[in-house]
């Protein structure tokens, strides 16, 4: 079985400051893991993915995360954030290549100027 | 490219009608395909996984006889929502993929969302 827990569900952050935004899992096999971001009425955009590499993942948009298997996280980052990273962010979990996805609940954020 | 649609993307029925919304992959050939369904400010919960040319495998709680999947073709799945009612109200998202290609990476559609009246 697989479960992912975000903390927080919703973030406020101003405009140019960091963003952190904590995931995390459990699973009883390694674990692929994911960052979505969801904007108002569409579907998901990957931010980036974990797959047993490196475990500093660089995304889109200027977005990392870091796998550490001791902590069973996969937190987000980005060190400044900008008025269009306003949306939904979804932490999701897999066990391995092409399975399905388990997602957290998600952590929305406010960008304020 | 790995681009997923849905249509329609927003759907009004009266209650107790039945409404059918499509998947396709645009560009690649999706041997399983993924539905999902997302209520207001709330994650998204896996409806079932589908893959070309057999049953759909449904979750625990999902009645499949109310949410018909097929899986037809490589590029089509069509998600069925019979006899709906006020409570199936919700955006329905599906996703694609096939094994191997760009590291077994889901592509999700733009979503679709159904109001049943």
């Excluded at chain 1, 697989?2 to 904590?22: D, K």
């Excluded at chain 1, 993915?49 to 870091?66: D, M, P, Q, R, W």
């Excluded at chain 2, 009645?63 to 929502?81: G, M, Q, R, Y």
């Amino acid at each position: 079985a697989q479960s992912v827990t975000q903390l927080g569900s919703h973030v406020s952050v101003s405009e140019g400051a960091l963003v952190l935004l904590r995931c995390n899992y459990s699973s009883s096999v390694p674990p692929y893991l994911f960052w979505y971001v969801q904007y108002p009425n569409q579907g998901l955009q990957l931010l980036l993915k974990y797959t047993s590499a490196a475990t500093l993942v660089k995304g889109i948009n200027g977005f990392e995360a870091e796998f550490k298997k001791s902590e069973t996280s996969f937190h987000l980052t980005k060190p400044s954030a900008h008025m269009s990273d306003a949306a939904e962010y979804f932490c999701a979990v897999s066990e391995g290549a092409g399975n399905k996805l388990t997602f957290g609940g998600g952590t929305r954020v406010l960008v304020k100027p | 490219g790995a681009v997923v649609s849905q249509h329609p993307s927003w759907v009004i029925c009266k209650s107790g009608t039945s409404v059918k919304i499509e998947c396709r992959s645009l560009d690649f050939q999706a041997t399983t395909m993924f539905w999902y369904r997302q209520f207001p400010k709330q994650s998204l919960m896996l409806m079932a996984t589908s893959n070309e040319g057999s049953k759909a495998t449904y979750e625990q709680g999902v009645e499949k006889d109310k949410f018909l999947i097929n899986h037809a073709s490589l590029t089509l799945s069509t998600l069925t929502v019979t006899s709906a009612h006020p409570e199936d109200s919700s955006f329905y998202i599906c996703s694609a993929l096939t094994p191997g290609l760009a590291g077994d990476e889901q592509y999700f559609g733009p979503g679709t969302r159904l109001t049943v009246t």
